[in-house]
């Protein structure tokens, strides 16, 4: 079974400039999440998405940062502009969460991002 | 807040012995607690998990506690092995996931 893609592993940008980063989960997986890792602490939630509606945000930094679920499979989350702290690791997780059932996530290798 | 805390940031010990991580929560109980391994470069694993009314799981070489009057969970990996040098995470929730710092262990051969 093919796992949680990302795309793509590394980016470097300067400040004030966008970036734009890319998950493909499971097939099959109803719910996808963004965390952002920054080096050093544990990955902190940004978005959630069940299929392609969004259930919990409340940690997004909004005047920034924008995320979509295409037809309820792909993701994107762009950055725009960009920070010297939004230097961190992105990572995208899925999880299955079928009729209404709860399961483990997988993650993505993430995008490890650089804001010079 | 619902804060997450794992004491150690780095953990060494010598193979074969059983490595014993700490985690500790603030406020109400969460209903579950998962861990997850984290190897560099990778996304987190995810390994167990462990519910409010349940004291012990395990899974192979792995045991995980829940003590809800000491607001902590312990994970144990016997018989170490270097291998199981990682970065192990402990978080609570299900859904919405709260992760700690995590705790980087060293297994020596």
């Known amino acids: 079974e093919a796992g949680v893609a990302q795309s793509p592993r590394y980016k470097i940008i300067e400040k004030r400039q966008s970036v734009a980063f890319w998950c493909n989960p499971i097939?099959?997986?109803?719910?996808l999440y963004w965390y952002q890792q920054i080096l050093g602490q544990g990955p902190k939630l940004l978005i959630q998405?069940?299929?392609?509606?969004?259930?919990?945000d409340s940690q997004l930094p909004k005047d920034r940062f924008s995320a979509e679920r295409l037809k309820g499979v792909d993701s994107t989350l762009k950055i725009q502009p960009a920070k010297l702290e939004d230097s961190a690791v992105y990572l995208c997780?899925?999880?299955?969460?079928?009729?209404?059932?709860?399961?483990?996530?997988?993650f993505g290798p993430g995008t490890r991002l650089t804001v010079t | 807040s619902q804060k997450i805390e794992q004491n150690s940031e780095a953990l060494n010990i010598q193979e074969g012995k059983t490595a014993t991580l700490t985690c500790n929560y603030t406020?109400?109980?969460?209903?579950?607690l998962q861990w997850y391994r984290q190897d560099p470069g990778r996304g987190p694993v995810f390994l167990l998990l462990?519910?409010?009314?349940?004291k012990e799981k395990r899974k192979e070489r792995l045991k995980v506690t829940f003590d809800t009057t000491l607001k902590q969970s312990l994970f144990h990996i016997t018989a170490s092995q270097p291998a199981d040098s990682a970065t192990y995470l402990c978080?609570?929730?299900?859904?919405?996931?709260?992760f700690g710092t995590g705790t980087k262990l060293q297994v020596i051969p």
């Open positions: 997780a899925s999880s299955l969460d079928l009729m209404g059932s709860r399961d483990e996530q997988y």
């Open positions: 097939s099959g997986h109803a719910t």
């Open positions: 998405f069940q299929n392609n509606g969004v259930v919990d």
């Open positions: 406020n109400y109980s969460p209903a579950y």
């Open positions: 462990i519910r409010e009314n349940e």
């Open positions: 978080a609570r929730g299900y859904q919405k996931v709260t």
